[in-house]
């Protein structure tokens, strides 16, 4: 089956069969290369600084988006129904304990309740597959076909052990694409591939406190990298408040402060969830970023 090109996942730069099972940078493969139009369309109209096209089609733009959420305030609480999917192969599914999707659980919702979102865990599957759980293609269509639940506003992530490409996760931005639509098959590939060794209790020393799944969360509910772009000059992330970065952060720098873009801004925002940062120097997103979330929620989520 060939999916549609606004649901192809992030997958970065694959090696094949590599696998993350020792402490070392965070890694995501998910980038605005795979965004569709729609999505890039509307992040362009939404930040203040930048131009659509013509003045007339950044209008439209703004127009149609606000139509789209009139009737729903940005504000509102938003429950997201989630499936966590442990992906193991023969070797490791040991090493995924029973505790872990609880715990999981608690790192998301820690996260995300003051920015007031919470995830319903509705399911845990647990498989055994050696193909699956390392998510080269074309296993990792086959996988999704096989386990994914839900509708589009269900979040559904697949924790595989030996999660392939030298990342710790990947996940599809919102689009369009369900609109409409209640055939499952259209956004069979919509979710976020994480290394199962990052959730709590896991063997990926810094990044074992599920913060992992929390970034790419983050992505599918329409947030970019906080250096999207590696430019102190352009767009970035397209929202407003969080500062300049040029490069990703490797571990918590704090002294010195990292600074990559000085004199257009603060310090690099090495707190925020959409950095590279560690598990333990994320502290959370700032208030736009929480808007943009329940924006693209509504846009592109709720109601399919």
């Given at each position: 089956?060939?999916?549609?090109?606004?649901?192809?996942?992030?997958?970065?730069?694959?090696l094949s069969h590599l696998t993350l099972t020792t402490a070392q940078a965070?890694?995501?493969?998910?980038d605005t290369s795979h965004a569709s139009e729609h999505f890039l369309s509307t992040i362009s109209s939404l930040h203040s600084p930048q131009t659509n096209g013509s003045p007339a089609a950044r209008a439209a733009s703004i127009l149609t988006t606000r139509d789209t959420t009139s009737q729903k305030d940005n504000n509102t609480a938003i429950t997201i129904d989630t499936i966590f999917h442990i992906v193991?192969?023969?070797?490791?599914k040991s090493t995924?304990?029973?505790?872990?999707?609880?715990a999981q659980l608690d790192a998301l919702n820690a996260a995300y309740n003051p920015y007031d979102i919470t995830f319903n865990l509705v399911n845990v599957t647990w498989t055994t597959n050696e193909a699956w759980a390392v998510g080269a293609s074309p296993a990792d269509a086959e996988m999704k076909k096989s386990l994914r639940q839900g509708t589009y506003r269900t979040l559904n992530l697949y924790f595989q052990t030996d999660l392939t490409?030298?990342?710790?996760?990947?996940?599809?931005?919102p689009s369009p694409i369900a609109n409409g639509r209640s055939d499952p098959s259209v956004y069979l590939s919509d979710g976020c591939n994480v290394n199962a060794n990052t959730m709590p209790g896991g063997?990926?020393?810094?990044?074992?406190?599920?913060k992992t799944a929390v970034h790419e969360a983050g992505h599918w509910l329409g947030l970019l990298h906080t250096f999207e772009g590696n430019s102190c000059d352009g767009?970035?992330?397209?929202?407003?408040?969080?500062?300049?970065?040029?490069?990703a952060t490797d571990g918590c720098p704090v002294d010195p402060v990292k600074s990559t873009c000085q004199g257009k801004g603060d310090a690099d925002p090495i707190h925020n969830f959409m950095d590279y940062s560690s598990d333990a120097c994320y502290e959370g997103f700032t208030k736009l970023q929480h808007d943009r979330m329940h924006f693209m929620w509504n846009l592109y989520r709720d109601g399919n």
């Open positions: 089956m060939v999916l549609p090109k606004p649901l192809l996942t992030s997958v970065g730069v694959f965070f890694d995501c493969g998910t193991a192969t023969p070797s490791k995924i304990t029973n505790d872990m999707p609880s490409g030298g990342v710790l996760g990947r996940c599809t931005l063997d990926l020393e810094d990044y074992n406190a599920g767009p970035g992330d397209y929202i407003d408040d969080t500062p300049p970065e040029r490069e």
